[in-house]
């Protein structure tokens, strides 16, 4: 969810949020009853998947 949100804002995609997400959500609620850390290492790892990804963006732009 955090990888999507960081996507969708860069990219400029919007979604509208689903029962699934909140699900998911619920999850990561109980996961951060356990480890409170556990959202700061999945936004660290969300944000070099974008990075990663807008390498890709640059090569095109620039061999266009």
């Known amino acids: 969810e955090i990888g999507s949100v ?5 990219f400029g995609i919007q979604t509208e949020p689903s029962k699934e997400n909140a699900a998911y959500v619920q999850n990561w609620i109980k996961l951060l009853e ?3 850390e556990a959202v700061f ?9 974008l990075t990663y990804c807008m390498a890709f963006d640059e090569v095109q732009k620039s061999a266009a």
């Open 34 to 36: 356990y480890d409170k």
């Open 41 to 49: 290492f999945a936004a660290k790892e969300a944000n070099k998947a």
């Open 6 to 10: 960081f996507f969708g804002n860069h």
